[in-house]
């Protein structure tokens, strides 16, 4: 197993983790997930959901040889752009965002109450729980072939 920077790269992957990559190579480099989750969706593609103890969530898809496609962390260490992302608030994350040339952002509220924003450009969304950033969720769009979409 290889050590993974809790580096957050929108469009590209977390640390050395890329999207795109298949669930042998993931496993090489996070190890043996905690939980698996199998979930269907109406247009019979399945999703397979990682669970590991070191706050990483990863979700593979793809009908014949599934590939990784989101992530959710919650690992208080993540960086995003070399930023200890989970000390920064929301007007911070908004302004650090669009430095790098983000600048389609939403905000909005969940039914269970936490706040969501969202950067469709990125394919990001920070939540946050009582204005504290609880975790972030960022992915790719994937093909039934398993390849990324551009």
């Known amino acids: 197993m290889e050590i993974v920077k809790m580096e957050i790269v929108p469009k590209k992957g977390l640390g050395n983790v890329d999207f795109g990559i298949f669930t042998r190579d993931l496993t090489k480099k996070l190890g043996e997930p ?4 199998e979930i269907s969706t109406d247009d019979d593609l399945k999703t397979t959901v990682l669970s590991f103890d070191n706050g990483i969530t990863v979700f ?32 911070e994350i908004i302004t650090l ?12 509220e969940e039914e269970w109450g936490e706040m969501r924003l969202t950067f469709d450009d990125a394919m990001m969304d920070f939540y946050f729980d009582s204005g504290d950033l609880v975790a972030i969720s960022w992915g790719v769009e994937i093909g039934e072939d398993g390849s990324i979409i551009k």
């Not at 905690?34 to 989750?37: A, H, R």
């Not at 965002?97 to 909005?108: D, F």
Request: no cysteine.
């Open 34 to 37: 905690n939980n698996v989750e």
């Open 60 to 91: 593979l898809e793809g009908l014949i040889d599934p590939v990784v496609s989101n992530f959710d962390i919650d690992n208080r260490n993540a960086q995003l752009f070399g930023e200890e992302i989970f000390k920064m608030k929301e007007s």
């Open 97 to 108: 965002m669009k430095s790098h040339g983000y600048q389609e952002v939403e905000k909005e």
